[in-house]
C-alpha cells in the first residue's frame, strides 16, 4: 500500500473509533453504513460430511419428498411399499406430510369395509404430493382386500 492509501485507512478508522465513542443521544436515529459483501464459505462438518454453506436444509446430500393424504375416511391405514405409515389423518394437515424418499413408490390406503386403494406415485425431492381420494364402502357380506405385504427393494435384506 502506498503512504497515502495507509493514511486514508488509518483517519477512517480513527473516525470510526471516535464516532463510536461519542455521545449516543446525538447518533439515535443515524447509523453508519458498512457494505456487506455475500461470500461463499463452504462448511465442511466431519461427522455429516460437506455443506455447501451453512444451514443447508439437507442431511449428509440426502433430499426428501413429501405427500400429503387428503382421503376419506381419515381413520383409514396408509401403507407405503407394504409398510404400515399411520393413519391418513397423521398426514393430511398444514404441517403433516408423510415423508419419503425420492423415487416410485405403492402408497396404499385400507380400511375393513372400504375398498383397499393403491396408487403408484413418484415422489419428487423437495416437492409435495397431494393425493384426493374417497374410499369406496363396500357392499353388505363383501371383504376388503388384506393391506400389502412389504415388498423388499434392491440393495436391503
Known sequence: MSGITKKTVLLATALL????SANAQSWRGRGVF???AHIYTPFYDPFWGYYPYAG?????GRSYG???TQVA???AEVFVDGFY???VSDFDGAFKRLHLTPGGHAVTF??????????NVYV?????????DTMERLAAGRTSDPPPRPTMRRGQS
Open 17 to 20: 473509533i471516535v464516532a463510536g
Open 34 to 36: 458498512f457494505p456487506r
Open 56 to 60: 443447508y436444509p439437507y442431511v449428509a
Open 66 to 68: 413429501d405427500v400429503r
Open 73 to 75: 375416511p381419515k381413520d
Open 85 to 87: 405409515a399411520g393413519a
Open 110 to 119: 385400507y380400511l375393513e369395509g372400504y375398498r383397499t386403494v393403491t396408487q
Open 124 to 132: 419428487r425431492p423437495d416437492a409435495t404430493l397431494k393425493m384426493n
